[in-house]
């Protein structure tokens, strides 16, 4: 399919240069559904611009393509004033389904711009031109109905037109339909406040798209997810996402996601309080933001502005941001003008002045209660009784809070009170507790957001635990180096639960994945023995393991490491240092920097990785199910040393280009992209002889090692070079 598709941009291309335009207009509407995809759209509006004007208005189909193709690319006003030129000539010569095709794009892109009631009446009229038997443009347009619907909070209308179109889908057998209705319909479940149902549905959509070839939708449901663990406060999963998918959405030139990916990574930096990469990241989203009132997306920059300068402590810069988000509010945007209250009180409550923030609070919180979105509504209350705190008014306080309690603890909204939430409201449950008596939830969430968490099997809470896995396994505790093992069994143990943490950041929605039976580790490490002798030595094992880490554990259901729950065995990471997650989190902070244009920031991170990385995972431990976290951890080293060598060639150091790429290319000699950027970075220092060379020993490596030729851009970059 992917080389029909080449050929066809090929065969089209061939026919305007030769100013054959019939047969390139015929083609490019013939197979407008193949040539509309992420990843060549760039190329199919340059092919469109060579096509004459008399063309466009005697087969306004093209004026269709040309307005889908700005629209995925992110550029709404030009799509709508190609599909308002479109209408009136698709009337004329009376081409329903093209008619009713455009209405639908015109849905969108009002629905974009925020003007929902003009989304709806978009589609109505779609509806009117559309053919019976058009079951897809019927749940199409129905389902954009439904978007504008739950966006002016009509939640029961458009969970109504969801469930049309999702019977619709059903009916048809077709899977993907359902899927995206799922997808569609999640937004009304997390507006709602059910967060951890939309959790699973979205987990749901994305996990049927990671595979598929459908990359604009695994793009757009990467970044709804994302949003979603931002929301609960799972930050690192929030990160690992955007991060991976970024570059994706910039590759296939998916702009309508860009925007909101760079802001939920910009909030995801600012809530690790990375305050200096949060604000170079969510300037860089605004800089790159249309102003104009076409998305929301730059509404929400303004805000995450607003809030970071108000967490640092800048007032008055906050105020300006929060003062300039409210300016770009839309009366059919609620949600947005909820908002941007919030966004006010919060910044009227940092600067004292609690009239001012009493009154956003107010009017916030009444529409958050009146459509019954529990989340905010939490959060708005979480706000208002600060406000009265503040204000010394004890009685509104308590009453307050106690509906906030309620409704935390009803759908499960314990994070609000994590000490590392931007806006610790943990502070209120003591100004609490002084006026009331405790509840079970109260002290739950006071033992679970305590400073000073100690562990019930005797170690001390303060322990530091080090452990070293690349080049070879080392373990540090409180500075002191662990010298022998008594058991290897151990040391493989310890092997086996760490390679699971590695394997599950490729799947971070899935926390379960760092989990492994018991009964797998056993035929790991004894094949040969009976299932009740392995596990006996397993047992063993984990118990010296326990004993290694905290040296006074008298009961193994106390460790506060090595955990066993439902027949499986998981190591707690999150108050150890281990290398590998340097190592992760240095390429990710690189990517970062990299894809918000700061590149000097991308080289240093990138460089700190690439010395965390002393050799292969755990060497020592021979098992086939090591070598996959093993090859992941070698694949991050070749991506900090390639990026190094590409930004180094970028920036025109062409020494450190050559360097890094040469070590690339010294571990793992069939990397084609380390031999480019070689004949590449010769090039430039006019060394003719060795672009030859360079060129010479890829073709060699490739075809020797995996049987394989050099790629076109490869050879097309040496002919360059060579020339």
């Given at each position: 399919m992917l080389?029909?598709?080449i050929d066809i941009f090929c065969q089209i291309d061939e026919n305007l240069c030769q100013k054959q335009f019939d047969p390139a207009v015929k083609l490019?509407?013939?197979?407008?559904?193949?040539?509309?995809?992420?990843?060549?759209?760039?190329?199919?509006?340059?092919?469109?611009?060579?096509?004459?004007?008399?063309?466009?208005?005697s087969h306004p189909k093209l004026i269709l393509i040309t307005a889908n193709a700005d629209y995925q690319s992110g550029e709404l006003k030009s799509a709508l004033r190609y599909?308002?030129?479109?209408?009136?000539?698709?009337?004329?010569?009376?081409?329903?389904?093209?008619?009713?095709?455009?209405?639908?794009?015109?849905?969108?892109?009002?629905?974009?711009?925020?003007?929902?009631?003009?989304?709806?009446?978009?589609?109505?009229?779609?509806?009117?031109?559309?053919?019976?038997?058009?079951?897809?443009?019927?749940?199409?347009?129905?389902?954009?109905?439904?978007?504008?619907?739950?966006?002016?909070?009509?939640?029961?209308k458009a969970s109504q037109i969801y469930a049309r179109v999702m019977n619709i889908y059903i009916r048809a057998g077709e899977k993907e339909g359902q899927i995206r209705t799922l997808a569609n319909a999640s937004a009304i479940t997390k507006t709602l406040g059910e967060l951890e149902k939309a959790r699973k549905e979205k987990e749901e959509v994305l996990r049927f798209y990671r595979d598929s070839d459908n990359r604009r939708s695994y793009c757009l449901a990467a970044v709804n997810l994302s949003s979603l663990y931002l929301e609960m406060f799972e930050l690192e999963k929030a990160e690992l996402l955007l991060t991976s998918v970024i570059p994706e959405i910039e590759k296939?030139?998916?702009?309508?996601?860009?925007?909101?990916?760079?802001?939920?990574?910009?909030?995801?930096?600012?809530?690790?309080?990375?305050?200096?990469?949060?604000?170079?990241?969510?300037?860089?989203?605004?800089?790159?933001?249309?102003?104009?009132?076409?998305?929301?997306?730059?509404?929400?920059?303004?805000?995450?502005?607003?809030?970071?300068?108000?967490?640092?402590?800048?007032?008055?810069?906050?105020?300006?941001y929060a003062r300039q988000a409210e300016e770009k509010i839309s009366s059919e945007r609620p949600l947005d003008a909820a908002q941007a209250e919030y966004t006010l009180s919060r910044v009227h409550l940092a600067r004292r002045d609690l009239p001012g923030a009493l009154h956003c609070a107010s009017k916030l919180l009444k529409v958050y209660a009146k459509n019954g979105m529990s989340y905010k509504q939490a959060l708005a209350l979480l706000n208002l009784a600060e406000i009265y705190l503040a204000?010394?008014?004890?009685?509104?306080?308590?009453?307050?809070?106690?509906k906030t309690l309620r409704l935390c603890q009803k759908h499960?909204?314990?994070?609000?009170?994590?000490?590392?939430?931007?806006?610790?409201?943990?502070?209120?449950?003591?100004?609490?507790?002084?006026?009331?008596?405790?509840?079970?939830?109260?002290?739950?969430?006071?033992?679970?957001?305590?400073?000073?968490?100690?562990?019930?099997?005797?170690?001390?809470?303060?322990?530091?635990?080090?452990?070293?896995?690349?080049?070879?396994?080392?373990?540090?505790?409180?500075?002191?180096?662990?010298?022998?093992?008594?058991?290897?069994?151990?040391?493989?143990?310890?092997?086996?639960?760490?390679?699971?943490?590695?394997?599950?950041?490729?799947?971070?929605?899935?926390?379960?994945e760092q989990f492994i039976p018991a009964e797998v580790i056993s035929l790991m490490l004894w094949p040969q023995k009976g299932l009740s002798a392995a596990a006996l030595n397993l047992q063993v094992a984990v118990a010296e393991l326990r004993r290694v880490f905290e040296p006074g554990i008298k009961d193994g259901k106390y460790s506060r490491y090595v955990e066993f729950r439902?027949?499986?065995?998981?190591?707690?990471?999150?108050?150890?240092?281990?290398?590998?997650?340097?190592?992760?989190?240095?390429?990710?902070?690189?990517?970062?920097?990299?894809?918000?244009?700061?590149?000097?920031?991308?080289?240093?991170?990138?460089?700190?990785?690439?010395?965390?990385?002393?050799?292969?995972?755990?060497?020592?431990?021979r098992s086939v199910e090591m070598e996959g976290p093993?090859?992941?951890?070698?694949?991050?080293?070749?991506?900090?040393?390639?990026?190094?060598?590409?930004?180094?060639?970028?920036?025109?150091?062409l020494d450190d280009a050559v360097k890094y790429a040469s070590l690339a290319v010294s571990r793992e000699r069939c990397l084609e992209e380390a031999h480019r950027i070689l004949m590449a970075a010769f090039h430039r220092l006019g060394r003719k002889e060795l672009i030859a060379k360079q060129f010479q020993n890829c073709r060699t490596s490739l075809r020797r090692d995996l049987g394989l030729d050099v790629s076109p851009e490869t050879i097309a970059l040496y002919k360059e070079c060579s020339s």
């Open positions: 080389k029909s598709k490019l509407m013939e197979h407008s559904r193949d040539l509309l995809q992420p990843g060549r759209l760039a190329e199919l509006k340059k092919l469109l611009a060579q096509i004459p004007k008399e063309y466009f208005f599909l308002t030129t479109a209408i009136p000539v698709l009337k004329k010569a009376r081409d329903q389904s093209s008619l009713s095709a455009a209405y639908r794009y015109l849905s969108y892109i009002h629905q974009d711009m925020g003007q929902n009631q003009k989304a709806i009446s978009d589609c109505q009229q779609g509806l009117k031109y559309l053919d019976k038997n058009d079951y897809r443009g019927r749940a199409g347009l129905l389902a954009a109905m439904a978007g504008s619907y739950w966006r002016l909070l009509d939640h029961k296939i030139g998916l702009g309508m996601a860009l925007g909101p990916a760079r802001i939920y990574l910009g909030e995801c930096q600012m809530y690790q309080r990375r305050f200096p990469e949060a604000e170079k990241t969510l300037k860089f989203a605004l800089e790159n933001a249309d102003s104009s009132d076409e998305t929301s997306y730059y509404f929400s920059c303004l805000t995450a502005l607003s809030t970071l300068h108000r967490l640092q402590g800048s007032l008055s810069l906050s105020l300006k204000q010394k008014r004890q009685s509104s306080f308590c009453r307050t809070f106690s499960g909204y314990d994070f609000l009170f994590d000490g590392q939430h931007p806006d610790n409201f943990r502070h209120l449950l003591a100004g609490y507790q002084k006026a009331r008596s405790s509840s079970k939830y109260l002290s739950k969430l006071g033992q679970k957001f305590s400073d000073d968490t100690a562990d019930s099997g005797g170690s001390i809470g303060s322990t530091r635990l080090e452990i070293t896995t690349l080049g070879s396994l080392g373990i540090s505790i409180n500075g002191r180096t662990v010298e022998r093992w008594k058991r290897t069994a151990s040391r493989q143990v310890l092997g086996i639960l760490l390679s699971r943490h590695i394997s599950a950041s490729e799947n971070p929605q899935n926390d379960s439902g027949g499986c065995y998981r190591l707690d990471i999150k108050d150890i240092a281990i290398d590998f997650l340097d190592l992760s989190t240095h390429v990710r902070k690189g990517k970062q920097a990299e894809i918000t244009g700061q590149q000097n920031a991308a080289i240093e991170f990138y460089r700190r990785a690439t010395e965390i990385y002393r050799g292969d995972f755990l060497p020592d431990i093993r090859e992941q951890l070698r694949q991050l080293y070749f991506q900090a040393l390639l990026s190094l060598a590409g930004l180094s060639l970028k920036q025109n150091s």
